[in-house]
């Protein structure tokens, strides 16, 4: 299973937790366009000639501001470079506002099958505090319409822990999201990021920061609501009915193999992580010059076994002990033995023969449980004297 990632670095308006890669100026997206064409010919060899791809990806920034000749054009290249499975996932994200029917029934045409909509909130007064480009209103007809037009693979983005977003709000927020025609749902917490708008308007006084402790009650709704409507919770943020989950995300969390073009986008080779320049103009002059977009870093035994550890403990899959001492040397049970007793003792986490994974309640504290089990300094000179 391999999957291919594909970024469109530009937004109509830059809402103001965002700290992804951007640009609200549109002036260089035909070069942008060209320049991840001829990138992804000349990635051509970052896949074995029979490695099959199962899952492309757009992401952003705002894939829905591409034209129809602009996605098509991409995705041609993509089938015409790598070996893609014929019912290939292929996921678009995309904002309320740029869904006009017109734009749903295309993107069916064009071979996008599964939808990534940015709805965050349903409230009027939040989108605008979050300086986000849609209504309220356009979050909601969007999904409709494009049920109507046949997408029957619909995720939608909702986040929580906005300082003014009340508990019953956002219950009815979760409740809103399950009655529209969708079979996956991320839900985020809001967080004030490194030289975001939203960082500068706090230390301003002019906005409130997230409350952890609210944000924590939040993520509890969350829960109670997905698990009484019986969706399946099978990763921190993201819930699906039965059997629809990412394959894409899913096969992140797995470490499998995918290949990130355009700029910012990440790749992992399962030896080495890459990731792009963060600058369009960057980006733009080193494809022009044929020179390498990425830099590169080869992981260690024990980054990848910590990888592994969080990815796998934020995961309903949870992680495999016994396979983990096979394959890393790593004996977690004796190493924490006590840890992992205190952790079932407060339903945190449960042992399931040799499978360790976190409960409801657990995930809440996933990052922080992997931190406590991760390989250190000692694991790496151990494995490599
Ligand atoms: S549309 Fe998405 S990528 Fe663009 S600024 Fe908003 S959150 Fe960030």
């Not at 054009?73 to 869904?99: H, R, S």
């Not at 967080?191 to 920061?209: A, C, D, F, H, R």
Request: with cysteine; glycine share 4%.
């Amino acid at each position: 299973m391999a999957g291919i990632y594909i970024h469109i670095p530009f937004c109509k308006k830059a809402c103001f937790y965002c700290d992804f890669h951007f640009s609200v100026s549109f002036k260089s997206k035909a070069d942008i366009i060209e320049s991840i064409l001829l990138e992804t010919k000349r990635r051509r060899e970052f896949f074995e000639k029979e490695e099959i791809i199962e899952t492309i990806y757009f992401g952003g920034g705002t894939p829905s501001v591409l034209t129809m000749s602009e996605i098509d054009e991409i995705l041609g290249t993509v089938y015409e470079v790598f070996n893609v499975l014929p019912d290939a996932e292929v996921t678009f994200e995309c904002n309320p506002d740029d869904l006009s029917l017109e734009y749903l029934k295309m993107l069916k045409l064009v071979g996008i099958n599964r939808l990534s909509i940015g709805i965050q909130s349903f409230n009027e007064n939040h989108l605008v505090w979050m300086n986000r480009s849609h209504t309220a209103s356009q979050s909601l007809q969007c999904v409709h319409d494009a049920a109507s037009v046949g997408f029957n693979n619909i995720t939608i983005d909702l986040i929580y822990g906005v300082p003014q977003l009340d508990n019953q709000e956002w219950r009815d927020t979760v409740k809103q999201a399950l009655a529209l025609p969708i079979n996956h749902l991320s839900a985020y917490s809001l967080t004030m990021e490194e030289n975001t708008p939203y960082k500068k308007l706090v230390q301003q006084k002019k906005y409130k920061q997230p409350d952890e402790d609210q944000s924590s009650i939040h993520y509890e709704i969350l829960i109670q609501e997905m698990n009484s409507a019986k969706w399946e919770h099978y990763e921190v943020s993201n819930f699906c009915k039965q059997g629809n989950s990412s394959k894409h995300n899913t096969g992140y969390w797995q470490q499998k193999k995918y290949l990130g073009i355009g700029p910012s986008a990440h790749s992992f080779d399962l030896e080495n992580r890459s990731w792009n320049v963060s600058n369009n103009a960057q980006y733009l002059e080193r494809i022009a010059s044929n020179k390498k977009t990425f830099e590169t870093e080869l992981l260690t035994l024990q980054d990848r076994l910590n990888e592994t550890l969080l990815t796998g403990l934020r995961a309903k899959w949870g992680i495999n002990l016994a396979e983990l001492k096979e394959d890393y040397a790593y004996d977690i049970l004796t190493r924490y033995k006590e840890e992992i007793g205190y952790w079932q003792s407060t339903n945190w986490a449960k042992l399931e023969g040799d499978v360790l994974r976190l409960t409801d309640q657990g995930l809440l504290f996933a990052d922080y449980i992997a931190s406590e089990l991760f390989a250190d300094e000692d694991y790496s000179s151990q494995t490599s004297s």
